[in-house]
């Protein structure tokens, strides 16, 4: 998981350019349906090989290059909620991956599972052609159901909505706690006392945590404040890396305490239209209704925070939005293309001329040490080079950071005008010497042994001892 959510490791490629059309039918909604139908065609073409890799598999070698008979199986799809519902083929307000429509998102338990064959039955039953749009659409109503016909997902062996639309922390979570828990608090508190309570906060050095004090206190009730509490517990558990079943236990509780307690929100008026500003009796809310399945899609795929967002959003800028500010906005998918093909050539060319002089550099060094190599073992020998060319790779493609030139700025802030230094400065110099003291210390709370022990100063209890 690290590794693949690494957004340095360059380690998504561009597989395929889906076109945007705007389509002259007279009905606007049945535009967005033919957008659904050229989307699902679209990834029925391009996704074709994996669909052949699953149903009759492939040979593919393992870092070692040994040879395996491997199956492509679609894991997991990360896309937002607007999309989800598009690849499950349901139209708005309806739970792409159970049976609940808008109706039921306030409900405090888990849906039937739309799964992808109840779906493909509910299509088999619409007796009509599907070339007549807007009367295959109407008849597709009954079942709440987009109007798309081909699927790109229902040849393709155990393949199931329900288990590949992952839900993910960027666009299920965070964007629902901005949209709506935010929201609540600031109609609680108002937006400008939220926002003073947050400004006047004290920079604290280390964790400090006040489980019995609220930014909404005293403003909203104590309902109020055990309902937000409780979504943004779920937040934090569910998104940790590794999640046990006592964890998902803990996750359904809070959830589950959030039900309990929610209907004060609205009792209160907290609850809000986003335009008219007017009080809300209801609970439509589509991700409120996608968190009953989080711990069922743990269950199945492992923790959320692997399948986030925040890295193919990173993936969509660099392959996408960096190579079409770089065009004259013509041939897209060609200039496009090129210029991911050259800075591919140039990362390579930086890859392979760092590895060379890393080798020649090293190639020095072993000289001097080639009367220890020869008494290693041979399996110690090996498991070296493997640590070297690991450490090689890593600093060649981990992050640079520059050395700051300490006595350089400790200089511009001494003879910097009055009123254009940042005080209380921070970097200091004198003679030889050059100092920086940042203003959140790496080591936040340690132990008088611990230090000791780190910094080698033995008599470091005895000497504060006496200064004490």
Avoid at 101 to 125: N, V
Avoid at 281 to 298: G, N, R
Avoid at 300 to 317: F, K, M, N, R, Y
Avoid at 349 to 359: M, P
């Amino acid at each position: 998981m690290a590794v693949r959510n690494k957004v340095s490791s360059h380690a998504f490629l561009l597989n395929a350019l889906m076109p945007v059309v705007e389509f002259i039918h007279p009905v606007h909604r049945m535009c967005s349906v033919l957008e659904a139908h050229l989307f699902h065609e679209c990834l029925d073409i391009v996704l074709q090989p994996l669909k052949v890799a699953a149903q009759i598999g492939r040979m593919m070698s393992d870092p070692t290059g040994n040879l395996h008979h491997c199956f492509m199986l679609l894991a997991a799809y990360i896309v937002d909620t607007p999309e989800a519902c598009m690849l499950a083929c349901i139209r708005g307000k309806t739970s792409p991956v159970t049976m609940a429509s808008h109706k039921d998102f306030s409900d405090a338990f888990r849906h039937e599972c739309r799964t992808g064959a109840r779906t493909l039955s509910q299509l088999s039953h619409t007796q009509c052609d599907p070339n007549d749009l807007e009367r295959y659409f109407a008849q597709c109503k009954e079942f709440r159901l987009s109007g798309v016909v081909e699927l790109f997902w229902q040849n393709w062996p155990l393949t199931d909505p329900a288990n590949f639309l992952m839900l993910e922390p960027l666009h299920h979570w965070y964007r629902k706690f901005w949209d709506h828990d935010v929201q609540w608090c600031k109609n609680a508190l108002s937006a400008p006392e939220l926002d003073f309570c947050y400004s006047v906060l004290h920079p604290i050095v280390g964790m400090c945590h006040f489980k019995d004090v609220a930014v909404i206190g005293g403003a909203a009730s104590r309902e109020v404040v055990i309902a937000v509490c409780a979504l943004m517990d779920f937040q934090y558990l569910a998104q940790a890396p590794r999640i046990t079943s006592i964890i998902q236990d803990r996750i359904k509780a809070t959830l589950a305490e959030f039900h309990n307690h929610k209907d004060k929100i609205t009792d209160e008026g907290l609850r809000r239209g986003a335009e008219s500003g007017s009080a809300l009796d209801h609970w439509f809310i589509p991700k409120l209704e996608l968190m009953q399945s989080v711990t069922p899609s743990i269950s199945e795929l492992g923790a959320p925070v692997q399948w986030s967002a925040d890295t193919t959003e990173h993936a969509h800028i660099e392959v996408i939005k960096e190579p079409a500010s770089m065009m004259n906005h013509q041939n897209y998918d060609t200039q496009i293309c090129r210029y991911l093909d050259r800075v591919e050539r140039c990362w390579l060319f930086e890859t392979v001329t760092c590895l060379s002089a890393l080798s020649d550099a090293d190639d020095t060094h072993d000289q001097d040490l080639a009367a220890e190599d020869d008494r290693a073992e041979d399996g110690d020998t090996n498991m070296a080079d493997d640590e070297d060319a690991a450490a090689i790779l890593k600093d060649i493609w981990s992050s640079r950071r520059s050395v700051p030139d300490l006595f350089g700025i400790a200089e511009r802030l001494r003879t910097g005008l009055p009123g254009s230094v940042p005080q209380p400065v921070c970097t200091f110099s004198l003679g030889a010497t050059a100092l920086r003291i940042n203003h959140q210390p790496s080591i936040k709370r340690i132990s008088i042994d611990k230090a000791a022990e780190l910094f080698d100063i033995p008599d470091l209890r005895g000497a504060l001892a006496d200064y004490l």
